[in-house]
């Protein structure tokens, strides 16, 4: 079993969506996958009761702190056939939480917007990340998704200036879309929605491919596209 969590402290920065699509991925490659929701609004969970009966089973996890008459270690059961576990953070997650869900983990996913304010509240927890044992060690592989990135600018500086001084990579550029929403509304993933979001899936699936550990795919295509956005 694999667990990969999607977190930033910065509320807007896509983490659902990184999630649900992840998951709604490895579903539709029939792998047994758990969709475990720290968020006490459940927006994962929301969204797994909006699928409809013939989609593919995704198992949802509320990890949402506990509340009266709810026993959490129940809600937070995964079945022993799941082959990926996909963890949706609170915003503003730190401290025991952040250890919680990173002793969990084997891969981390940090989506963020390229925006100066967005850089300046992910870039310390980026640093606080690598700093901390199981990423600074090699045992939990890192990597940070640009989202939301804006067609008149799909290259930011500033954002690969951070990323080269922590030494982290940039592992795809997802396109500000309406795609996205138009699916999630539906309990649908871009992978679930045929040619209608193929762009969406193309920038998506490096993402998928990495949690995956088939990096090569994953890197060529990055190294591809940021060839010619730099070219450009």
């Known amino acids: 079993m694999k667990t990969t969590l999607v977190v930033n402290p910065k509320g807007g920065a896509g983490k659902t969506t990184v999630a649900i ?7 539709a490659e029939q792998i047994p996958v758990t ?7 459940g927006s994962s969970l929301h969204w797994l009761r909006l699928r ?21 270690s129940f809600d937070m059961y995964v079945p022993p056939q799941t082959r990926h576990v996909i963890i949706d953070a609170p915003a503003g997650s ?3 939480l952040l250890q919680e869900m990173l002793v969990r983990s084997s891969t981390v996913l940090v989506p963020l917007v390229p925006s100066i304010i967005d850089l300046h509240a992910t870039g310390n927890f980026l640093r606080e990340l690598t700093a901390m044992g199981p990423v600074k060690y090699g045992h939990v592989r890192m990597a940070v998704i640009a989202n939301k990135v ?5 290259a930011y500086p500033p954002l690969y200036e951070l990323l080269d001084s922590l030494g982290l990579k940039l592992l795809a550029r997802l396109i500000d879309s309406d795609i996205y929403m138009k ?11 045929n040619a209608v979001a193929s762009a969406e899936c193309k920038q998506f699936l490096p993402i998928a491919e ?4 088939e990096p090569r795919l994953a890197e060529a295509a990055v190294v591809c596209d940021l060839a010619r956005t730099r070219a450009a």
């Open 35 to 41: 969709l475990m929701d720290y968020d006490p609004q």
């Open 210 to 213: 990495w949690v995956a550990q």
């Open 21 to 27: 699509n992840l998951a709604s991925y490895f579903a």
């Open 94 to 96: 730190a401290g025991v």
């Open 52 to 72: 409809p009966p013939q989609a593919a089973k995704i198992h949802g996890a509320n990890a949402a702190p506990e509340k009266y008459g709810r026993l959490r």
């Open 183 to 193: 699916a999630a509304e539906t309990g649908a993933g871009i992978f679930e929605m």
């Open 150 to 154: 804006r067609r008149s600018m799909p």
